[in-house]
């Protein structure tokens, strides 16, 4: 059995306060605060890459880096186009010439669906240890002039231990995808744009339904679940989808005020906050975005003996 044994991450240092851009997009406090709910953004240096953010992660981890057999990259915005960039990652962190790699292009959805991918790939090949990362520099790609976008998103990165020695294992999975909407967070010519309303109101019903369903199918019981971590898409959105699904909201954090949206890397930046706190025992991770894409899964702690 393989699960989620820790999680490391690197913020950009650079960070951009939204109070003081009020006048360029004629905002209020209100909006900032309760509305999009990011008050500043981590936003990369130039010379910083996927990679580098990547390698910053890891310095939190500690672990043997010699038994390393696979390692996933979650990534929409590499720093080149060929090869794929978590086997940069392999020759970076010296990771042995036996070791799996490959790149999973997907965004706020991305790092449930790539947990599952890489649970499952490790099982069916015997592997022991593997390495989860997530990096979506979107700052490369947002409009610096356009509201719906440039006061959302930011830059970090995330490393994701897997092993059999683990903290929290994934219960079931849940996935989804809606084509139809692909333009509403669409990027041409190296320019991001988005619908916010109709990205809202496809996380306040798509994704609301799709939560219910999960939990129905697989007989989850909202009040045996501690945590409800949601994709840090706005401070609005999640205060919506805690209304919608009769949630206590004190089990809906949102905690990316002082960073912002960092798309792939939202989750798991959500998790390394509960990771090692006592006194939970189920949290459901859900994420949704481009795509439009959805995924939800539930983890359990592992028991204590």
Same mark, same amino acid.
């Given at each position: 059995m393989l699960?989620?044994?820790s999680i490391?991450s690197?913020?950009?240092?650079?960070?951009?306060n939204?109070?003081?851009?009020?006048?360029?997009?004629?905002?209020?406090?209100?909006f900032?605060?309760?509305?999009?709910?990011?008050?500043?953004?981590?936003?990369?240096d130039e010379?910083e890459?996927?990679?580098?953010?990547?390698?910053?992660?890891c310095?939190?981890?500690?672990?043997?880096?010699s038994?390393?057999?696979?390692?996933?990259l979650v990534?929409?915005n590499?720093?080149?186009r060929i090869?794929?960039?978590?086997?940069l990652l392999?020759?970076?962190?010296g990771?042995?010439k036996?070791?799996?790699?490959?790149?999973?292009?997907?965004?706020c959805s991305?790092y449930?669906?790539?947990l599952?991918n890489?649970i499952a790939f490790?099982?069916?090949?015997?592997?022991?240890h593997g390495?989860?990362?997530?990096c979506?520099p979107?700052s490369k790609?947002?409009d610096?002039k356009?509201k719906?976008t440039a006061?959302?998103?930011?830059d970090?990165?995330s490393v994701?231990y &897997? /092993? +059999?020695d683990y903290?929290?294992?994934? =219960?079931?999975f849940?996935? $989804? %995808?809606?084509g139809s909407?692909?333009?509403?967070?669409?990027?041409?010519?190296?320019v991001?744009s988005?619908?916010?309303?109709a990205?809202?109101?496809?996380?306040a019903?798509t994704?609301?339904?799709?939560?219910e369903?999960?939990?129905?199918?697989?007989?989850?019981?909202k009040?045996?679940?501690?945590?409800?971590?949601?994709?840090?898409g706005?401070?609005?959105l999640?205060?919506?989808?805690a209304?919608?699904?009769?949630?206590?909201?004190?089990?809906?954090?949102?905690l990316?005020?002082?960073?912002?949206?960092?798309?792939?890397?939202s989750l798991?930046?959500?998790?390394?906050?509960? &990771? /090692? +706190?006592k006194?939970?025992?189920?949290? =459901?991770?859900s994420?949704f $975005? %481009?795509?439009?894409?959805?995924?939800?899964?539930?983890l359990k702690?592992?028991?204590?003996?």
């Amino acid at each position: 059995m393989l699960g989620i044994h820790s999680i490391s991450s690197y913020k950009a240092k650079n960070t951009i306060n939204n109070y003081e851009r009020k006048d360029l997009f004629c905002i209020n406090d209100s909006f900032i605060k309760d509305k999009i709910g990011f008050e500043s953004l981590s936003i990369k240096d130039e010379n910083e890459s996927l990679v580098s953010m990547c390698l910053k992660a890891c310095e939190g981890l500690d672990i043997e880096y010699s038994k390393i057999s696979c390692l996933v990259l979650v990534s929409q915005n590499q720093d080149i186009r060929i090869p794929h960039s978590s086997a940069l990652l392999q020759k970076e962190l010296g990771l042995s010439k036996d070791c799996a790699c490959y790149d999973i292009a997907l965004a706020c959805s991305g790092y449930v669906y790539a947990l599952s991918n890489i649970i499952a790939f490790m099982s069916f090949n015997g592997l022991e240890h593997g390495l989860l990362f997530t990096c979506d520099p979107y700052s490369k790609i947002v409009d610096k002039k356009d509201k719906n976008t440039a006061l959302l998103f930011a830059d970090a990165a995330s490393v994701t231990y &897997i /092993s +059999k020695d683990y903290k929290l294992q994934a =219960l079931k999975f849940s996935f $989804g %995808t809606d084509g139809s909407g692909y333009e509403h967070i669409f990027c041409k010519k190296d320019v991001l744009s988005m619908n916010g309303q109709a990205v809202f109101n496809f996380a306040a019903s798509t994704v609301v339904k799709h939560i219910e369903d999960f939990l129905s199918k697989n007989d989850f019981l909202k009040d045996e679940i501690d945590l409800f971590l949601f994709h840090q898409g706005s401070k609005y959105l999640l205060d919506t989808l805690a209304k919608r699904l009769k949630l206590d909201p004190k089990k809906v954090p949102f905690l990316a005020a002082s960073y912002g949206n960092t798309v792939s890397s939202s989750l798991p930046l959500l998790l390394q906050e509960f &990771i /090692s +706190k006592k006194g939970y025992n189920k949290i =459901l991770l859900s994420g949704f $975005g %481009t795509g439009l894409s959805y995924a939800t899964t539930l983890l359990k702690f592992k028991e204590e003996k």
